[in-house]
């Protein structure tokens, strides 16, 4: 068994959408662990084994048994962000398990190929349901418990989608990008609680998503000649939830490793 850390000052974070092993949710976890964060992560099975990558009914539970050995307090919790009423459902898991959460980490996303001859109501819904819906109520929902007074941090993921156009992908375009005005405003709002809120884009990442011809493409659009990899947005986020950041609010940072786009 794996000793628990006891550091008096050791954060608290939340970090969603952490189904796969590979993807960049659990490179976030493991960066956070690594800066002895406590960790509690969410995973939504259902929708990652409806995607192309598919993801193995185990991973989550691999997950909470790496970071658990590497000396943290971690625990998880299946949920689909969808559901309006998740929120108090998490946020009370969290503060029973663990206190008041100190870090945010709004990673959990929903994406599918929508354009403009194939966009439907139920397809906007869905993405907007995970991608704004979701981010937005629980966003405020950690703010509105944070009694702390400094060092809170929200830190969402979003995806360049003002960096050019994402054709194909017209539902998850119009919704990540929602992201990035909400991370500016919200900054505003709750600068005097002590949270600072910050967007991470990360470009285009190697979680599994890309094989083949696409991937040998978008190499070429690097400076580097490879794509990113998940622990390259974790080292950020990383920085972003440190003390470090502090001065940091407001901001949709573009960590691309040079991808050019066109």
Known sequence: MAKIKQQSNAKIAIVTGASRLNGIGAAICRELAESGCHLFFTYW?????????????????????????????????EVDLAQIDFVDLLLDRVSAEFGEPDILVNNAAYSTATDYASLTATELDRHYQVNVRATALLSAGFAQRFKKKEGGRI???????FQGPMAGELAYAATKGAIDALTITLSAEVAPLGITVNAVNPGPTDTGWATGETKRFLETKFPTGRLGQPRDAAKLVKFLASEDAEWITGQIIHSEGGFMRG
């Open 45 to 77: 099975t259902e929708y990652d084994r409806s995607m192309p990558w598919g993801v193995g009914a185990e991973e989550p539970q691999k997950l909470q048994e790496e970071l658990t050995a590497s000396g943290v307090k971690v625990s998880s919790l």
């Open 155 to 161: 830190i969402n993921m979003t995806s360049g989608q």
